[in-house]
T-cell receptor, first 117, second 110 residues
Framework: GAVVSQHPSWVICKSGTSVKIECRSL??????MFWYRQFPKQSLMLMAT?????????EQGVEKDKFLINHASLTLSTLTVTSAHPEDSSFYIC?????????????FGPGTRLTVL | GESVGLHLPTLSVQEGDNSIINCAYS??????FIWYKQESGKGPQFIID?????DKRQGQRVTVLLNKTVKHLSLQIAATQPGDSAVYFC?????????FGKGTMLLVSP
């Protein structure tokens, strides 16, 4: 149990376009979902936390108008990278927790590789 | 401290050896710690966790040690196998937010 999926697993887009990444909890209800970004050979950096039905809370330095997060149901959160640029190329990973605020264990998705040309 | 840079600390071991991966965490108020394994191109995989009221926890082939005095966490892997080759991250939990360490690459030679 506690499986989290992401779609797509990789995406290549042109600079200036928007890309949507989906994160789904397949066998549990995820009250809280987290989005992380990881650059090559670096650690995961938390971008934002979203509770179902609420606006996401963004970490310092993360532009909320550029990285739009929607958590409309207990099994789905989406991250939209708007007007993507090459510097947005990264590995985006979501995680999901059963509890509000994420006090329960976080279960991670497989990640989405975004390449912006 | 370590620079983030493009070079992960690397631990190279022979198959069958015991491996010890270390991590220094930053916040003395953190109450929960987790070790994750990340293979190339994949998301982190939970290995073992420990709460701050414990100093040792054992799993199958893995042991986590917590030293709160010096804010140090270690992961011990017994009888390391080639399939253990990956990057290992520690993470500390504070107020429901996970902060990941810089990671250590474990390379296991047959």
């Amino acid at each position: 149990g506690a499986v989290v999926s992401q779609h797509p697993s990789w995406v290549i887009c042109k600079s200036g376009t928007s890309v949507k990444i989906e994160c789904r909890s397949l066998d549990f209800q995820a009250t809280t979902m987290f989005w992380y970004r990881q650059f090559p050979k670096q650690s995961l950096m938390l971008m934002a936390t979203s509770n179902e039905g609420s606006k996401a809370t963004y970490e310092q330095g993360v532009e909320k108008d550029k990285f739009l997060i929607n958590h409309a149901s207990l099994t789905l959160s989406t991250l939209t990278v708007t007007s993507a640029h090459p510097e947005d190329s990264s590995f985006y990973i979501c995680s999901a927790s059963r509890s509000r605020g994420g006090t329960d264990t976080q279960y991670f998705g497989p990640g989405t590789r975004l390449t912006v040309l | 401290g370590e620079s983030v840079g493009l070079h992960l600390p690397t631990l190279s071991v022979q198959e069958g050896d015991n491996s010890i991966i270390n991590c220094a965490y930053s916040n003395s108020a953190s109450d929960y710690f987790i070790w994750y394994k990340q293979e190339s191109g994949k998301g982190p995989q939970f290995i073992i966790d420990i709460r701050s009221n414990m100093d040792k926890r054992q799993g199958q082939r893995v042991t986590v040690l917590l030293n709160k005095t010096v804010k140090h966490l270690s992961l011990q892997i017994a009888a390391t196998q080639p399939g253990d080759s990956a990057v290992y991250f520690c993470a500390e939990n504070l107020s429901s937010t996970l902060t990941f360490g810089k990671g250590t690459m474990l390379l296991v030679s047959p």
